[in-house]
């Protein structure tokens, strides 16, 4: 979906901002994000034009980042998702100067099977921060983490996208990040990690959603943290 800093102008970068400025403009995007996703249920769900019904055991939802950090806290209060896949999501212990100041409250007061995809070489979201995320899942819980890639490999043209990145010229609490994220040429290939991602993420959706046995079979080949 086109989140509400994509679309409304008062939430959008102003040339010359003041530091207090963005502070507050990134204050409002985290208040956006929760009532956002609650909203397009709804409409998906509730008596839109035309209803979706739910086939399966519920609601899946998949989040990269700030958006792993938001399906994580829609799921404490929507309680229709029952499945997560959260691919390097923000709102874990040890987070980076210049990151969303978000945190993942976990508060989950049911049963919601979540799988964590970690990239090894994380500059944004570092690997540890998603262990504390893991360590402090209630219930069913798996973490896999993909080799030698950064938190652009789970996006869309992720090649192009992280050296855009590393070219970029960063406030000064972000300085670092250029200097920590590697050239791309010395991490996975963008193919590779797009098949294991949608590898990943199907599998946990189809197992947990729809209790499929090769799905749930898949799992016992793959190398990770799982619990409890």
């Not at 700030?66 to 994580?72: S, T, Y």
């Not at 970690?118 to 995320?133: G, K, M, R, V, W």
Request: charged residues 25%; contains cysteine; hydrophobic residues 45%.
């Amino acid at each position: 979906m086109d989140h509400s800093e994509v679309v409304a102008d008062e939430l959008r970068a102003a040339p010359n901002e003041t530091p207090e400025r963005r502070a507050q403009r990134i204050d409002a995007w985290i208040a956006s994000r929760v009532p956002d996703l609650r909203f397009l249920l709804a409409n998906l769900l509730d008596g839109g034009r035309s209803p979706v019904a739910i086939a399966g055991n519920g609601v899946g939802a998949v989040g990269h980042s700030f958006g792993g950090w938001a399906v994580l806290e829609t799921a404490v209060l929507e309680k229709r998702i029952s499945s997560i896949v959260a691919l390097a999501p923000a709102g874990g212990a040890h987070r980076r100067t210049g990151m969303l100041p978000v945190t993942a409250t976990l508060n989950l007061q049911r049963a919601v099977a979540v799988l964590y995809v970690a990239a090894e070489l994380d500059a944004s979201i570092p690997l540890d921060s998603i262990e504390d995320l893991f360590d402090r899942t209630p219930g069913c819980k798996r973490l896999v983490v993909i080799p030698k890639a950064d938190h652009l490999h789970f996006v869309d043209q992720a090649e192009t996208s992280h050296e855009a990145v590393r070219a970029m010229n960063f406030p000064k609490d972000l300085a670092w990040l250029r200097q920590a994220m590697r050239p791309f040429g010395e991490l996975l290939p963008e193919a590779e990690a797009h098949r294991r991602v949608r590898g990943y993420a199907l599998a946990h959706l189809d197992a947990t959603l729809k209790a499929m046995r090769e799905a749930v079979a898949f799992w016992n080949t793959v190398e990770g943290r799982s619990g409890p």
